[in-house]
């Protein structure tokens, strides 16, 4: 990624605000006269930016991923009752605390004169000109949301390489008559996870978007076939699942439609950033269509192969079709075309606070360097945990219930502290019930899949 387009993904003019040394309270929605009058979308740097509709594909992409696939799945464990049900309020969650951190994102970037701001900037500013206890903690925050978005989106991404890799192996082995180790199909995409993750632009990986979500939709299409053709409703369907399954179903369905972590990157590099929230607006655009794919792809998934459904869907189609064989090396191939955007996140974060330590004579190379350090850090990871279960569930509980649910809500409730908390404190009692409901999914969610991975390895 250039320069120009690297500040402006990043927020450079942050710095600029937070060498400040005067700080007050700022209300949120109470602006002055002069707060009006700056506009930060015409403050941009849109040498690099997106349309809406490259917008619509980074975000569509970064929700339709592995994640869709284990939808069955995810209903599995929660029953087709109140797994159908939560899959969609779960759905409406995201997407509100989405908007919630992208308009407080706003309103802090009118009050600082800021054209734009990152995920962790949003949260430093929130706490920096919040109630005056909490004003001391805005460089922790900065830092935490920073670490929480690079673990988030590592984890995410060997879960990508687990995928490609399970689904290369179906076929292959078929094909071939053999029995190769997962672990050594893992090793083979090594080249293609480094030149990935070279791309250093986001503009440049539209046309992998594209092309991923092309594969992506065909290889639906066809999932929803072997799904639909003569469907016998499966004789072991629950409506509701076992209390104890809940976690993991919530964290499943977590892991699978949040994609916060590329929301503001996505919002900062587009030309018209002001379409991506309000309705249609590029994000209510996006969110219907994920939630719906999910919620048809989920129940109808779970209808037809009951509990016999396997952590990916595809792997439940017969791989003596070459029909069955195409769908599974296509949306392995999509998955693979995600990983650059995928990766983008956690890079460009640790790129940023790497940059000014190397020599400027060097940064080229020194950038090159931590990219494949990185892309091969997801292969090890990979190698250590080859199994789709237990890894979805304990990405999804411990780093999506935190950055796609607890960090918006307590962003949104500070910055409204002072006298914007709304009739009866209504948004206080809101984001409270969004947190509490984020750390259900930490806890328990996290606890069950590190017992799974226990038990994968006696």
């Known amino acids: 990624m250039g320069n120009d ?56 992409k970064s929700s339709l991923g592995t994640g869709i696939l284990a939808m069955p799945n995810a209903i599995k464990n929660g029953g087709i009752l109140f797994g159908g049900i939560g899959t969609i309020i779960i759905g409406m969650i995201c997407a509100h605390c989405v908007h919630i951190l992208v308009r407080s994102s706003h309103v802090l970037c009118k009050r600082t004169k800021t054209p734009q701001m990152t995920y962790a900037e949003t949260a430093e500013a929130a706490f920096l000109y919040g109630p005056k206890p909490v004003r001391p903690f ?30 290369i192996k179906q076929v292959a082995d078929y094909n071939s008559g053999m029995d190769i180790p997962i672990r050594m199909y893992i090793l083979t995409l090594i080249p293609a996870v480094i030149l990935l993750g070279q791309v250093r ?36 369907v629950k409506l509701l699942a076992s209390v104890e399954q809940l976690p993991t179903f919530f964290a499943t369905v977590l892991f699978a439609i949040e994609g ?9 590099s587009m030309a018209n950033p002001q379409r991506f929230l309000g309705c249609p607006g590029v ?22 192969y009951g509990e016999e459904v396997r952590a990916s869907i595809t792997l439940n189609i017969p791989i003596e079709d070459l029909l069955g064989q195409a769908v599974k090396l296509l949306i392995a191939l999509a998955v693979l075309f995600t990983y650059g955007l995928q990766y983008y996140v956690p890079l460009e974060i640790m790129w940023k606070g790497l940059k000014d330590k190397c020599s400027h004579k060097y940064q080229g190379v020194c950038e090159t360097v931590l990219r494949i350090v990185m892309a091969l850090l997801t292969v090890v990871v990979a190698l ?18 935190i ?27 809101k984001n409270f019930i969004l947190v509490m409901f984020s750390l259900f999914a930490l806890i328990f969610g996290s606890w069950i899949s590190i017992l799974d991975i226990i038990k994968l390895y006696r």
């Open 5 to 60: 387009s690297k500040e402006q993904a990043t927020g450079s003019p942050m710095q600029e605000f937070n060498s400040s040394t005067k700080i007050a309270a700022v209300v949120i929605g109470d602006y002055n006269e002069k707060d009006q009058l700056y506009n930060p979308f015409e403050h941009r740097n849109k040498k690099n930016a997106n349309s809406d509709l490259g917008a619509v594909a980074h975000l569509l």
């Open 260 to 268: 916060i972590g590329v929301v503001m990157p996505v919002e900062n």
């Open 283 to 304: 994000l209510n655009i996006t969110m219907t269509i994920v939630v719906s794919l999910y919620a048809i792809l989920g129940v109808f998934g779970y209808l037809t």
């Open 403 to 429: 950055l796609g649910i607890s960090i918006p809500a307590i962003v949104e409730t500070i910055s409204c502290w002072e006298g914007h908390l709304g009739a009866f404190k209504w948004r206080l009692w």
């Open 201 to 236: 632009n986001l503009k440049y990986l539209v046309p992998f978007s594209m092309i991923a979500n092309i594969c992506m939709m065909v290889g639906f299409s066809i999932t929803l076939y072997y799904i639909f053709i003569g469907i016998q409703i499966s004789s072991n």
């Open 384 to 401: 250590i945990v080859p199994e789709l279960d237990p890894f979805i569930s304990l990405v999804g509980s411990i780093f999506f219930s």
């Open 138 to 167: 805005s460089n922790v925050s900065r830092i935490f949301v920073n670490a929480a978005l690079c673990a988030t989106y590592v984890g995410g991404s060997c879960v990508y390489v687990v995928f490609i890799s399970t689904s």
